[in-house]
Every structure is written in structure tokens, then in C-alpha cells.
Nanobody
Framework: QVQLVESGGGLVQPGGSLSLSCAASGFIFRSYSMSWYRQAPGKERELVAL????????YYPDSVKGRFTISRDNAKNTVFLQMNSLKPEDTAVYYC????????????WGQGTQVTVSS
């Protein structure tokens, strides 16, 4: 059974930091690129970070570049998102996503974790 379980969300003040984790099981983690998305109320889900299978290649949109860092531990089947200098506009539900690099179109989503940035 495939599972992606996010954790680490919560309430943080502007300028603060949070670290999210996504624990994967039920598939060959090292064969999947991993990403984090977020969705704020009334807005479309957007990509905030992507990391390839080896952990060498990354992508960040301008909105989070320099503040968010994605990493992965293939031995522990876990992907992380370190978020610094958080802003109120970072408030959203954060989801992790696994994308197969060997089978086109195969992907999995987690259930999401709420991040709220507010004073």
C-alpha cells in the first residue's frame, strides 16, 4: 500500500521557520522524483520545490527561492522541506508528491499538512 505521510506543519510567526517531512512507503522511493506543492484557500495548487532522484538537481519558483530548501534521504524514504523567513502568504496546505521516473504518468500524493504564518 502506497503512503505519503506529511508532518511538521503548524502555526508560526512571520519570519519564523518550519521543517516539513514526508515519509514514503509502498513504492521504490529512490526511483521517484519528489516535490512539495501548496494550496491556499481559493487558489490553485502550486509547486514550491522539486528534487530529483539522486538529490542533486532542484527546482524552486521565485516565490520561495532562497527561503525554502528541499532535501531527501533515500535510505529513510523521506523528503524534507525546510522553510525559513516565512511570510503570511506562505500560509497553505502543503502536500508532497512522488513522480515515477520509470513509468510515465505514475504519481502519488500525500494528504497534506497545514502551515499557517500569522502573528
Amino acid at each position: 500500500q502506497v503512503q505519503l505521510v506529511e508532518s511538521g506543519g503548524g502555526l508560526v510567526q512571520p519570519g519564523g521557520s518550519l521543517s516539513l517531512s514526508c515519509a514514503a512507503s509502498g513504492f521504490i522511493f529512490r526511483s521517484y522524483s519528489m516535490s512539495w506543492y501548496r494550496q491556499a484557500p481559493g487558489k490553485e495548487r502550486e509547486l514550491v520545490a522539486l528534487i530529483q532522484t539522486t538529490g542533486i538537481s532542484f527546482y524552486y519558483p521565485d516565490s520561495v527561492k532562497g527561503r525554502f530548501t528541499i532535501s531527501r534521504d533515500n535510505a529513510k524514504n523521506t523528503v524534507f522541506l525546510q522553510m525559513n523567513s516565512l511570510k503570511p502568504e506562505d500560509t497553505a496546505v502543503y502536500y508532497c508528491k512522488a513522480i515515477s521516473t520509470v513509468r510515465a504518468g505514475l504519481e502519488y500524493w500525500g494528504q497534506g499538512t497545514q502551515v499557517t504564518v500569522s502573528s
